[in-house]
């Protein structure tokens, strides 16, 4: 095998890995809302997000910090990915005083929020959760990086009871296909093209391995934990 073969395939593993990330987000994102009359869900209309919260990680989608309060009950801390994971809060920064945050919680209601201000703190910040009926969403900033956090904070103005329907979270158009048939069809387009002839069965049969895993983590999800540290190791051997 050429060296320039194995950066490829080195390539390939890695543009792999960060597309298990998603298919396994998505997967696990789905199995967490299945029974959606349990689930509660955050519409924020300025930035297009209306989605599940879960109390299982920020890394499944947008978090409910359990030391929090519930809507209604005082301070209400949400956490969720810029990247990644879904992406839920990647618009976060576009929120301005006076949009409209609704946070729909079986038992509750739908509570109506509506934001006073943004701030950016250090990662090592620690909200405090005793600040009255109040909603905050944290999110890691800049896009990118974790070295600081972006947080929006919410007064409560509203609660009224929810509407009985069939609610789908944005989770559920099936990205996770769609992330492993775009994996395929690059990976075969790269095989018909790659200059090195003799070793173009190389990046089929590459091609091949990795969307059959990405289809048997669809089905069964990995913790994402694990595919991170796999990445990072990834990312370290070639420098990045």
Excluded at 10 to 26: C, D, N, P
Excluded at 46 to 60: E, P
């Amino acid at each position: 095998m050429k060296l320039s073969t194995f950066f490829v395939l080195l390539g390939m593993l890695i543009i792999s890995l960060y597309g298990l990330i998603e298919v396994s987000y998505y997967a696990s994102a789905n199995q967490l809302t299945v029974n959606n009359t349990d689930t509660p869900y955050i519409e924020i209309p300025k930035i297009g997000v209306d989605q599940a919260i879960n109390n299982k990680s920020v890394d499944y989608g947008i978090y409910h910090d359990p030391k929090s309060a519930k809507p209604g009950f005082g301070t209400v801390a949400l956490f969720g990915h810029r990247t990644f994971h879904g992406s839920p809060f990647l618009n976060l920064d576009k929120l301005q005083t006076g949009d409209n945050i609704t946070v729909q919680w079986p038992g509750i209601g739908n509570v109506e929020y509506e934001v006073v201000n943004s701030t950016i703190v250090p990662a090592s910040y620690r909200l405090s959760i005793e600040q009255g009926n109040t909603l905050f969403l944290v999110t890691c900033y800049p896009l990118g990086s974790s070295k600081e956090r972006l947080m929006i904070m919410a007064k409560q103005v509203n609660t009224y009871p929810i509407q009985m329907t069939n609610k789908k979270s944005n989770n559920d158009p099936p990205y996770a296909l769609i992330i492993i048939l775009g994996f395929f069809t690059g990976g075969m387009l790269l095989s018909f093209i790659y200059p090195i002839k003799e070793e173009q069965y190389i990046i089929f049969l590459a091609t091949i391995t990795i969307t059959i895993f990405l289809v048997i983590a669809y089905m069964y999800p990995i913790p994402p934990d694990a595919i991170e540290s796999k990445l990072s190791w990834a990312n370290n051997l070639i420098g990045v």
